[in-house]
Structures are given as C-alpha cells and as structure tokens.
C-alpha cells in the first residue's frame, strides 16, 4: 500500500492518508475481544515517522495485560516487538540513533520508549524513565496517535523515538523482539558488567524464556559461563541450544543430580557459586533461591518482577557480609536497542532465535495470539 502525502498548513504537520486504510487492533479493556479500527490517515508531525508493520511478536506483558495482572488504560495498541519498513516521513525527516537520515523504504526497529530527551531523568542518562515517558503498546489511543502500538498494520513513530536500521536479510521472527527482550537483556547485562565483569564469570540464570535464553547467547558471547534454572523441560533444552554449560530444574529435590546445586558444583569447578545471577522469570522464589546463590562480591540483577507480587524478606545482614549488589533493570536506554540489533545481526545464524518464534496469527486473530502464548513466542503478521 502506498501512502498518499497531503500538505496542510506547516503549523498542522503533514497529512499523510493510507489506501487501503491502516488497521489498528484495539483492546477495549478485561474481559473484552479486540476490535479493528481503520485510520485512513495520520499527521506526521515534523520528525515523525511512519512505518508499515512486517511482522509483530507477542511479548509477556501484552499477556499480563488483557489478563487484567497489570494496569493499563483502555482502549489501547498493545504490542511494542516488532519491525517494520518506513512508508512516510513527516517534514524535515528523521535520524536513527547512529545519525543515519531515515529513508523511504528502509527497514527499522524502534524502542519501546518515547523519552523527551530534556527532563532530569534524561539529563541523568535514563531516557527509559523519563518524567514524560510514552511508551509503544502501553498508552491510551488517542486522537492524532491511533496507531500507537505493534498490534496494526502500521506504527506511527513519535519524533524523538530511537531508531535502528535493520539488515534486510535477517529473518523478520530474529529482529521482532529486538524492541523488547534483546534490547533489555543488554541492559540487565551491562547493570551486571558494572559490578563484575562478564569475562570469564560463572553466570545464573533463572528463566528460559525469550528473556532467558537471550541473556543465556549474549552472556557467552561475552566470555562467561551460564547456568540456567528452569522448571519446564523443553526450555532447559533450549538454554543448551544457546550456550548454557548446565541446566537445573528448580524444583528437583536436595541433592538430585538435576538440583542447583548439583548443577553448580559440576559447571563451577573450583568455583561453584555464581557472581552474577539474572532473574528473568519474575517468579519470587527464583528471586529467593538467586539471593542465596551468588558469590560473595557478587550480583544479583532483577528483571522480570514486573508485576505485583509478594514481598521478599532480605536480611540487611547478609548483604553487608557477603558485599552483594542487587539492582533492578526495566526496560533500556537506546544504546542498549544498538547493541540489541548489533548482536541478533552477527549470531542470528548461530543460535536458534528464528525458532523461538512459533505460530503465526493472522492480525485480526490476535485474540487468539494471546491465548496461545507459551513457548516459543507467537507472532501476529498484518
């Protein structure tokens, strides 16, 4: 479909219409089917971007959402992994994040986050908590940004978005969740790296999902051993598939071969307590079990807690005596988005990542994407 441009008056930004009109999967709220919206049309503020939608993956959160576990303001886009090709671009153009002016027909990835680039939180370096933030998937429609989430035929890209160009020949399945679990994987990794370098280190990993196998393949490559805990059988196959030295399954008896500590003590050698330990499974006991893993000196990075849950008793004490670290990592900064794309492009064909995408969804079945979610991941294609 080629979008038409219709030039208003500079003050009103460009009207760029859309024939066959674009289609947006809106969620009403709990309890309720999405429903298709046409928008024959957006106006592209200067900086803006337009992009049709090749292919989105349903992510976690889309879940936990319709599923009522956290809140969000409906209607809404969900959907906030995927790749696309730029149709249309508002006055003056746009950049990506390496400087690059974005042409018509390329191929890009975008972060989650809009940040405004001017407030505290952006001046201190964390664009992903800026005091304005709007986020892709998460934000109530609205007038003049209809197209707001992955969930549609295409995306309307706010000016300030990072933006990464993509290779065209890397399978569209690899790249979808660049904007989501590669992208904050590379956070988590570089908030662990600050405390304990990777090289070399004996990591845990609890969690071998999208998130935890990720983690599992950029860890290696970066010189570290990885450990994976994991309940379900076919995921502990898979973290094997992407590097991990050993596999553990949570909840084995004391003492069974397939236990944690068993599994330490054979991949650890002479050091079987790992220095960095990654949550990435959002399941309080993983949160537990990680704490009482790590090494003296050693880090504990939480990622996947992010939605309410119980609280977790931590003895001041023993993060005095044993020098711990625990830090929280939610969503990245664009840095982390290059680094992202930057790794899918050169081990894409190393690890099974194309593989971790399973069945595809018709667009106006992403009702039933979500239903299906487990593992591998889903996709929704327009």
């Known amino acids: 479909m080629t979008p038409r441009v219709v030039e208003p008056p500079a003050r009103l930004g460009m009207g760029v219409s859309v024939y066959p ?5 809106v969620w009403p709220g ?9 928008v024959p049309g957006v106006r592209l503020a200067p900086g803006d971007v337009l992009v049709e939608v090749e292919l989105a993956t349903v992510c976690g959160s889309d879940v936990h959402t319709v599923l009522g576990h956290r809140q969000a303001q409906a209607p809404l886009v969900l959907g906030h ?20 002016r974005v042409s018509l027909g390329e191929r890009v990835v975008w972060s989650v986050a809009v940040p405004c680039g001017r ?27 209809e197209l707001s989430g992955g969930f549609a035929t295409h995306t309307h890209i706010l000016d300030g978005t990072p933006l990464v ?48 196998l990720t983690a599992t393949a950029m860890a290696t490559e970066a010189g570290a051993r990885v450990v994976v805990s994991e309940p379900l059988p076919e995921r502990r196959e898979a973290a094997l598939a992407f590097g991990a030295i050993g596999v553990a399954d949570p ?23 790992p220095t960095i330990a990654l949550e990435l499974s959002g399941n309080p006991s993983a949160v537990r079990s990680l704490l009482a893993a790590v090494d003296v000196g050693g880090v504990l990075v939480l990622v996947g807690s992010v939605c309410p849950g119980p609280e977790l008793g931590i003895v001041p004490e023993q993060l005095v005596r044993r020098l711990l670290t625990i830090r929280g990592v ?6 982390h988005l290059e680094q992202a794309v930057r790794f899918l492009a050169e081990t894409w064909q190393r690890y099974p990542f194309a593989e971790q995408v399973g069945e595809t969804f018709p667009l106006a079945e992403v009702d039933r994407a979500l239903a299906a979610t487990t593992h ?3 996709a929704v294609r327009p």
Do not use: F
């Open 251 to 273: 909840r084995a008896a004391a003492g069974s071969p397939s236990g944690l500590a068993s599994v330490l003590a054979k991949a650890g050698g002479r050091a079987p307590a």
């Open 330 to 335: 939610h969503n990245y900064a664009p840095r």
């Open 165 to 212: 160009r993509v290779p065209d020949d890397i399978p569209a399945e690899v790249l979808a969740p660049a904007s989501c679990s590669t992208a904050t994987v590379a956070a988590a990794l570089e908030a662990a790296s600050v405390i304990v370098p990777l090289e070399g280190a004996l990591v845990l990993v609890a969690g071998a999902g999208m998130l935890g």
């Open 21 to 25: 009109s674009a289609t947006a999967m």
């Open 81 to 100: 992994e995927q790749v696309g090709r730029v149709v249309a671009l508002g006055r003056g153009g746009a950049k990506t994040t390496d400087g690059h």
């Open 376 to 378: 591998p991941r889903v």
């Open 119 to 145: 407030c505290a939180r952006c001046r201190r370096g964390l664009p992903q908590k800026c005091a304005g933030l709007q986020k892709y998937g998460h934000e109530r429609m609205r007038r003049g940004w």
């Open 30 to 38: 709990e309890g309720h089917a999405h429903e298709a919206v046409a």
